[in-house]
């Protein structure tokens, strides 16, 4: 997909980091992440404690990240484990296994976007697909359209609630739209 634009509904780690993957392949790409929560509590570094990133480094590396990543994470290199006072494991991680404050994790993402990208207090409560476009509508009644949705929001989320059920009652139907806006999802997202 050369042109079009691209969202992703939800600024944690996941939204964020498909935005730079997008914008890494196309750098004069579409793309903006929409965040519920105001800039101050959606990157706050005491909401969603730490995050453990072993192997998964080499995702930050391919997105450019690593040394910011590395300058704030802690790198474990051995763990050990007693019970009764008597040795019971000891793990060498050989400084693979790595933790990282989400705050400080999604504040390095959205730190590596273009101005604009991220748009905070963007709370959105339906997502409708039409023809050719997704129409995004926001708690504040403003709606914007794009060519590719991704939600990224989270347990609770507004994208999947909207997928499942718009339009259907019933789980056959349900599974359908669902596979059939997937599978559109898929197709798009490997053009990119």
Do not use: C
């Not at 935005?19 to 800039?39: C, F, G, N, R």
């Amino acid at each position: 997909m050369s042109g079009g634009r691209r969202v992703a509904i939800g600024g944690g780690v996941g939204g964020l980091a498909l935005a730079k993957t997008i914008l890494l392949h196309q750098p004069d790409a579409s793309v903006v992440v929409y965040e519920a929560w105001d800039e101050v509590k959606a990157w706050d570094m005491d909401r969603g404690g730490s995050l453990g990133i072993g192997l998964g480094v080499w995702i930050l590396q391919a997105l450019n990240l690593e040394q910011p990543f590395r300058a704030k994470a802690n790198s474990i290199h051995n763990w050990v484990s007693y019970s009764n006072g008597a040795l019971v494991a000891e793990i060498d991680f050989k400084g693979r296994l790595n933790y990282i404050m989400r705050g400080d994790l999604t504040r390095i993402l959205s730190d590596s976007l273009p101005n604009g990208t991220v748009q905070s207090n963007r709370k959105v409560i339906h997502v409708t697909e039409g023809e050719s476009e997704v129409t995004i509508t926001f708690a504040d009644e403003t709606t914007v359209t794009a060519d590719v949705v991704v939600g990224a929001d989270g347990f609770d989320s507004v994208v999947k609630r909207e997928i499942e059920y718009t339009t259907t009652t019933t789980t056959t139907t349900r599974t359908h739209k669902r596979n059939k806006i997937s599978n559109k999802m898929h197709k798009a997202l490997n053009q990119i």
